[in-house]
């Protein structure tokens, strides 16, 4: 098995929400067998602004789905999105 690199976009529920927040709760809820590489902040439009997750996963069935559902219920977050997976060499 090898692993892969995945960028989960986390979008907030509204520009008021604190992003310190929402980062700190994604770094506490990291599931097993995912690691965390970083966290960037994309702007996205009239001062709302999105998370770029990007884990580090085994390649194996259902890679991301844990870290993906348990993003989802994270607070403040509206929704969530898997933008690229590319495999490590």
Do not use: C, W, Y
Not at 10 to 21: I, K, R, Y
Request: glycine share 6%; net charge negative.
């Amino acid at each position: 098995m090898g692993e892969v690199v995945a960028t989960i976009k986390l979008m907030p529920e509204s520009p008021d929400v604190d992003l310190a927040q929402i980062k700190e709760n994604v770094e506490k809820s990291i599931p097993e067998g995912t690691e965390l590489h970083k966290i960037d902040e994309e702007p996205i439009a009239f001062g709302l602004v999105a998370l770029n997750v990007m884990v580090i996963v085994d390649d194996a069935e259902g890679g991301t789905e844990k870290a993906e559902e348990i993003f989802s219920q994270l607070d403040d977050v509206a929704s969530i999105e898997v933008v690229d997976v590319r495999r490590l060499m």
